[in-house]
């Protein structure tokens, strides 16, 4: 590790000829990343060993938080709302200038907030509430486990002794007994319709309309009993006042076959047919109009293809006209849900639509810290068994770097006027544009992901701007717009490849006999400078 380490250091000091300048870099990355591949963070340990480095992170993501917001924190001192969510858990209030920060005015009262946190908590899963984390137009977008099954609910110490570590599947050894067993033994038929109510009055004051459930199942089985259900499967029907959206997507052991392909996402499809898979896809018909996919293949598509779907159906959600927010949950909350939540983040924040003051560095220091590491990700388990979700995430941003993920194209297309015949610039752009992203997003021999599959040529270009008549000062923005973003996600993806390659990635990855891992640590090394390349490469 030292020796590799070293040699990666000798490579970056002797790279001055290199025709590429290593991104800039947030101070605190590495250090973050070092930790996060350490062990995985528990609120009650904040104090212990490491407790420092913690509390650094959980600064700084205050300070990146307030730079653009007003916000509340709910207090989760030693994890006593729950042990895997941040001590500080932060409440966007409303977006804000440094100016008004001296002037802010609550408008949460933050004792009833966490009195009716304290009581729904028990319904999801480990306890892991509905958390609002990111604000967009007023909306609040949540994330939280699903819902917790009888087995739970009954035996919340027990749980908490077999699920003090182990991945969404690890589920205890329990006896095979049913739903209507447990009511019997408890005396209280009425247990569901307390803990389910209270979650419903949180999702109802946080304004959630939308639950987007990415579970393959409908509920989780181990050893004949329901260990876990779904808002989708409620017997008594009460989330029916909610649009529930299924949206399968493969759990985190399916990211071991993506690291063994050599973290190639193309063409790499989720078998629908094993045993467990039982949660079809299902959206309500009016969701989706305007999208122009076809989702009766879903079970067609690639882990590319499924993971642009599915963010342009999240995307299409906060960015519609009404006030509803949306929560995104998997089963356990900390593998699928922050993949989703931290390309939502990005994505948005790559249109200057939220956190509008923060660099390429900064909000990647924030989703890493906050969505991912302060959430409790299992990093170190996952990197162990292989099932490098955490990576295919940042990796992914070369994929959604186009217009066609923009939420401001949506907003434009709203605000303009009914116009006459002709092309637009809009209309040219989106005439050249492809399905798949971009293989030159940092330069073809930095990509890692070979993009060899049919339609996965680069995003449109720009000489098309000739072509509008004088007079479009809308269409140059919009452009202008467009063109910030891909080089801002092509911005964060380099910053968090640089960092991954000098901490995490350099020691995780075990030698290939094939050698093609290998090459992909020399690819990580030559895209993010720290080995010299000619500018023939480029």
């Known amino acids: 590790m030292a020796g590799a380490r070293a040699a990666a250091a000798t490579a970056s000091a002797g790279s001055s000829a290199s025709s590429g300048n290593p991104p800039p870099q947030e101070p605190g990355l590495g250090e973050l990343l070092e930790e996060f591949s350490r062990t995985q963070y528990r609120a009650k340990d904040g104090s212990g060993t490491g407790g420092s480095k913690v509390e650094r992170i959980e600064k700084r993501c205050l300070e990146l938080f307030g730079r653009d917001y007003c916000f509340s924190v709910i207090p989760n001192t030693n994890g006593d709302i729950c042990g895997h969510y941040p001590r500080h858990i932060v409440f966007l209030e409303y977006e804000s200038s440094e100016k008004e920060k001296d002037t802010f005015e609550s408008t949460v009262q933050v004792s009833k907030l966490q009195d009716l946190i304290h009581r729904s908590k028990m ?157 079809p896809l299902s959206i309500p018909d009016f969701l989706t109009h305007s999208l122009n996919i076809d989702w009766s293949q879903y079970q067609c598509w690639d882990l590319v293809q499924q993971t642009q779907n599915y963010l342009k159906l999240l995307l299409s959600l906060v960015n519609s006209d009404d006030d509803s927010g949306l929560l995104v949950h998997c089963i356990s909350g900390w593998d699928r849900t922050p993949l989703f939540i931290s390309l939502l983040r990005l994505s948005l924040w790559a249109d200057g639509l939220i956190h509008t003051s923060l660099k390429p560095a900064e909000i990647l220091y924030l989703t890493v810290a906050y969505d991912w590491f302060l959430f409790g990700h299992m990093l170190v388990d996952r990197l162990s068994k292989g099932e490098e979700i955490f990576f295919f995430c940042f990796n992914f941003l070369k994929h959604i770097i186009s217009e066609e993920f923009s939420a401001l194209k949506t907003q434009r297309r709203k605000s303009l006027p009914a116009r006459d015949g002709g092309f637009t610039l809009e209309d040219i752009c989106m005439l050249r544009r492809k399905d798949r992203g971009s293989t030159t997003s940092l330069g073809s021999d930095f990509s890692l992901v070979m993009e060899n599959s049919p339609g996965a040529t680069g995003s449109f270009t720009y000489e098309a701007v000739e072509l509008v008549p004088a007079g479009a000062p809308t269409q140059a923005a919009w452009l202008a717009a467009l063109s910030d973003r891909e080089t801002r996600l092509q911005e964060v993806r380099s910053a968090f490849l640089a960092a991954y390659s000098s901490t995490v990635g350099l020691r995780a990855v075990a030698p290939s006999p094939s050698g093609a891992i290998g090459g992909l640590l020399e690819q990580f090394a030559r895209g993010v400078g720290l080995r010299g390349i000619s500018s023939n490469a480029l």
């Open 123 to 279: 319904a999801r899963c480990r306890g892991r509430f509905v958390c609002p984390v990111i604000l967009f137009k007023g909306k609040h977008i949540c994330r939280s486990a699903t819902l917790a099954g009888w087995g739970e609910l009954y035996g919340r110490s027990g749980y908490n002794y077999f699920f003090s570590g182990g991945a969404d599947d690890a589920w205890a050894d329990v006896e095979d007994v049913t739903e209507e067993d447990c009511a019997l033994r408890s005396g209280d038929t009425h247990l569901f319709d307390k803990v389910r109510g209270y979650d419903i009055k949180l999702l109802r004051y946080l304004s959630v309309k939308y639950i987007c459930d990415l579970m393959v199942e409908n509920k989780k089985v181990k050893f004949g009993m329901n260990v876990t259900s779904s808002e989708k499967v409620d017997k008594a029907q009460r989330y029916a006042d909610f649009t529930l959206l299924s949206i399968p997507y493969p759990g985190c052991e399916f990211f071991k076959e993506y690291k063994d392909r050599d973290y190639m996402a193309e063409g790499l499809i989720f078998n629908w047919k094993q045993d467990y898979v039982d949660a």
